[in-house]
């Protein structure tokens, strides 16, 4: 009687497979070809591997197949099967070297028993011999290898005739389970890569929604505090948000936290700048365009309409498009549908809409240079956001979030010391938040100690100090507010709240020079030549009095 054959792996696939007919070459040709065609047609390896299973049983016309997995910690686990029902298949579980599945997975070479029943070794995990006892049953089993690692076991059962024929199912296996050797390395390659990918974005979703969340939002003033109320109430509806105000004080950050609080914060959320793009390209890039539309329109593009699907887009500067795109948007908003240039099959698209401006949109609708009916569609719920100069108590409390920020990603421990602070409170900052910002990064970087001194800031000698001379009403007056705001609403200029000392030598008909110099010549004359009281006229420090007067060589006159 026929005894289990252990065969070299380096010998497996060169074994003398005697005389065979034409048709046996055949068929095996084709079980190759169709299970190599299975195996590359997905990547789900459950369904492949099954597939690949029931073609070689039925074109073999093997009894069963199975295919064995390395599991990890929890040893081998019965991951295919044909011919094995449900239950047979959950017994099937191996450790490395039990039985002949687990002698094949640590020696890495294939095994050949002609009769199950006359080798001992042969375990039977799964109880399925049982069934054909009366009959002689032949067992293959080859290692699934792939980069010269054993990943698995492909096994077959089959009668076994007196003329044998292991030889051949032994070469054919041995092809098999390479193809899914491969298969199963390439399957675990993109699953990695798919997880890595999937917890990245994770991750940033994550810090996106901890940054733009509106609790975490830097803003303790009144004025602040009233924006914040209207977030939270608009938030979880679907209207349609024009967000109003000055260039740089956080309208899309606003814009984000509605995003946020509302059921679609599970959607995409969609930016676009309307003044950074022409009208022919911002239509396309809002509707999308079919190949041909255009020259250079070489393939069909999805518009941000579409893209936003199901969550949020965020335009900006809405104020600043022609007529004919208002025209345009406005057929979207009330027909909920878009078409792509050079299109003419209307998409249907279910977007919540926030616009922003700076520009003051009533002034051109009277104007017009914007249509009435689009301005009074997007006006649906109107949110203002105040300049920083209307809420100069929240700069502290900013310039700390920023540092914060700059020395986490720097691995610094910079302060910034009490008359620096003073100087970022009492500048104008026509660029608002955007403008602390980038001054709060500049500074920083270039500071060589850990405290921020006065003298620190790199603008200082140019713009912070005339800033400063300047501040009041007349420099109030300078920028245009875009927004029509109640009296109630708007910060009291710092010169109407001038302290005594100042409001001494601000006598009726005196009328303050333009140039720093001179400012600073006028002020010295009115107090006397005593630069304290100087200083205090101008609204600066002594120490940021000294420095300019220094700076433009005043010599201070002694009386």
Same mark, same amino acid.
């Given at each position: 009687?026929?005894?289990?054959?252990?065969?070299?792996?380096?010998?497996?696939?060169?074994?003398?497979?005697?005389?065979?007919?034409?048709?046996?070459?055949?068929?095996?040709?084709?079980?190759?070809?169709?299970?190599?065609?299975?195996?590359?047609?997905?990547?789900?390896?459950?369904?492949?591997?099954?597939?690949?299973?029931?073609?070689?049983?039925?074109?073999?016309?093997?009894?069963?197949?199975?295919?064995?997995?390395?599991?990890?910690?929890?040893?081998?686990?019965?991951?295919?099967? &044909?011919?094995?029902?449900?239950?047979?298949?959950?017994?099937?579980?191996?450790?490395?070297?039990?039985?002949?599945?687990?002698?094949?997975?640590?020696? =890495?070479?294939?095994?050949?028993?002609?009769? &199950?029943?006359?080798?001992?070794?042969?375990?039977?995990?799964?109880?399925?011999?049982?069934?054909?006892?009366?009959?002689?049953?032949?067992?293959?089993?080859?290692? &699934?290898?792939?980069?010269?690692?054993?990943?698995?076991?492909?096994?077959?059962?089959?009668?076994?005739?007196?003329?044998?024929?292991?030889?051949?199912?032994?070469?054919?296996?041995?092809?098999?389970?390479?193809?899914?050797?491969?298969?199963?390395?390439?399957?675990?390659?993109?699953?990695?890569?798919?997880?890595?990918?999937?917890?990245?974005?994770?991750?940033?979703?994550?810090?996106?929604?901890?940054?733009?969340?509106?609790?975490?939002?830097?803003?303790?003033?009144?004025?602040?505090?009233?924006?914040?109320?209207?977030?939270?109430?608009? =938030?979880?509806?679907?209207?349609?948000?024009?967000?109003?105000?000055?260039?740089?004080?956080?309208?899309?950050?606003?814009?984000?936290?509605?995003?946020?609080?509302?059921?679609?914060?599970?959607?995409?959320?969609?930016?676009?700048?309307?003044?950074?793009?022409?009208?022919?390209?911002?239509?396309?890039?809002?509707?999308?365009?079919?190949?041909?539309?255009?020259?250079?329109?070489?393939?069909?593009?999805?518009?941000?309409?579409?893209?936003?699907?199901?969550?949020?887009?965020?335009?900006?500067?809405?104020?600043?498009?022609?007529?004919?795109?208002?025209?345009?948007?406005?057929?979207?908003?009330?027909?909920?549908?878009?078409?792509?240039?050079?299109?003419?099959?209307?998409?249907?698209?279910?977007?919540?809409?926030?616009?922003?401006?700076?520009?003051?949109?009533?002034?051109?609708?009277?104007?017009?240079?914007?249509?009435?009916?689009?301005?009074?569609?997007?006006?649906?719920?109107?949110?203002?956001?105040?300049?920083?100069?209307?809420?100069?108590?929240?700069?502290?409390?900013?310039?700390?979030?920023?540092?914060?920020?700059?020395?986490?990603?720097?691995?610094?421990?910079?302060?910034?010391?009490?008359?620096? $602070?003073?100087?970022?409170?009492?500048?104008?900052?026509?660029?608002?938040?955007?403008?602390?910002?980038?001054?709060?990064?500049?500074?920083?970087?270039?500071?060589?100690?850990?405290?921020?001194?006065?003298?620190?800031?790199?603008?200082?000698?140019?713009?912070?100090?005339?800033?400063?001379?300047?501040?009041?009403?007349?420099?109030?007056?300078?920028?245009?507010?875009?927004?029509?705001?109640?009296?109630?609403?708007?910060?009291?200029?710092?010169?109407?709240?001038?302290?005594?000392?100042?409001?001494?030598?601000?006598?009726?008909?005196?009328?303050?020079?333009?140039?720093?110099?001179?400012?600073?010549?006028?002020? $010295?004359?009115?107090?006397?030549?005593?630069?304290?009281?100087?200083?205090?006229?101008?609204?600066?420090?002594?120490?940021?009095?000294?420095?300019?007067?220094?700076?433009?060589?005043?010599?201070?006159?002694?009386?």
């Amino acid at each position: 009687m026929e005894t289990s054959v252990l065969v070299p792996p380096h010998k497996a696939a060169s074994l003398p497979h005697g005389s065979r007919p034409g048709s046996r070459a055949q068929v095996e040709l084709t079980t190759i070809y169709e299970i190599s065609k299975i195996l590359s047609s997905s990547l789900d390896i459950e369904r492949t591997f099954r597939s690949a299973l029931n073609t070689l049983t039925t074109l073999m016309l093997y009894r069963r197949a199975m295919v064995v997995l390395d599991d990890g910690e929890e040893g081998l686990k019965l991951a295919s099967s &044909i011919g094995l029902s449900p239950e047979e298949q959950l017994q099937g579980r191996y450790r490395s070297g039990e039985g002949m599945i687990g002698k094949v997975f640590a020696s =890495g070479s294939p095994i050949v028993v002609p009769n &199950i029943a006359a080798e001992p070794r042969f375990l039977n995990r799964t109880g399925a011999r049982d069934e054909d006892s009366d009959q002689m049953i032949g067992f293959v089993a080859v290692p &699934i290898q792939s980069n010269r690692r054993t990943l698995g076991v492909l096994t077959i059962d089959r009668a076994s005739g007196p003329a044998g024929g292991f030889r051949e199912d032994l070469r054919l296996l041995t092809m098999v389970a390479n193809l899914l050797g491969q298969a199963l390395l390439l399957h675990r390659g993109v699953s990695a890569e798919r997880k890595q990918l999937l917890d990245e974005t994770r991750r940033l979703k994550g810090e996106l929604k901890g940054r733009y969340s509106i609790d975490n939002a830097v803003g303790a003033s009144k004025l602040m505090q009233e924006v914040f109320a209207q977030v939270h109430q608009v =938030g979880p509806s679907r209207s349609t948000v024009l967000l109003r105000g000055e260039s740089g004080t956080g309208k899309e950050v606003v814009a984000r936290a509605i995003h946020e609080l509302s059921p679609r914060n599970g959607g995409p959320f969609i930016k676009v700048n309307c003044a950074a793009l022409t009208e022919t390209l911002l239509e396309s890039e809002l509707f999308g365009h079919e190949k041909g539309a255009f020259t250079g329109a070489s393939s069909e593009r999805r518009g941000r309409f579409e893209l936003a699907n199901g969550g949020t887009l965020f335009l900006d500067e809405i104020g600043d498009t022609s007529p004919a795109f208002q025209a345009k948007l406005l057929r979207v908003l009330q027909e909920r549908e878009v078409e792509r240039v050079g299109g003419n099959r209307p998409i249907k698209v279910d977007v919540r809409l926030i616009f922003a401006t700076n520009r003051y949109l009533e002034k051109m609708v009277a104007a017009g240079t914007f249509r009435g009916d689009l301005y009074y569609r997007i006006n649906v719920v109107s949110i203002y956001l105040p300049p920083l100069r209307e809420r100069r108590e929240d700069i502290p409390p900013l310039v700390a979030h920023f540092l914060e920020r700059f020395n986490k990603d720097n691995h610094r421990k910079l302060r910034v010391s009490t008359g620096a $602070m003073r100087i970022l409170y009492n500048c104008y900052w026509p660029g608002n938040v955007r403008e602390l910002e980038n001054c709060i990064e500049r500074t920083a970087t270039m500071t060589k100690g850990d405290v921020i001194e006065e003298l620190d800031f790199p603008c200082f000698n140019d713009r912070c100090l005339t800033r400063m001379l300047h501040v009041g009403a007349e420099a109030a007056e300078a920028v245009e507010t875009p927004i029509a705001l109640p009296v109630s609403r708007r910060a009291v200029a710092p010169s109407e709240a001038a302290k005594p000392e100042r409001q001494q030598f601000e006598r009726a008909g005196d009328e303050k020079p333009e140039g720093e110099r001179e400012r600073l010549v006028w002020a $010295m004359e009115k107090s006397g030549w005593v630069q304290a009281k100087a200083a205090r006229l101008l609204n600066i420090t002594a120490r940021q009095m000294g420095y300019a007067l220094q700076k433009h060589n005043i010599e201070v006159r002694k009386f």
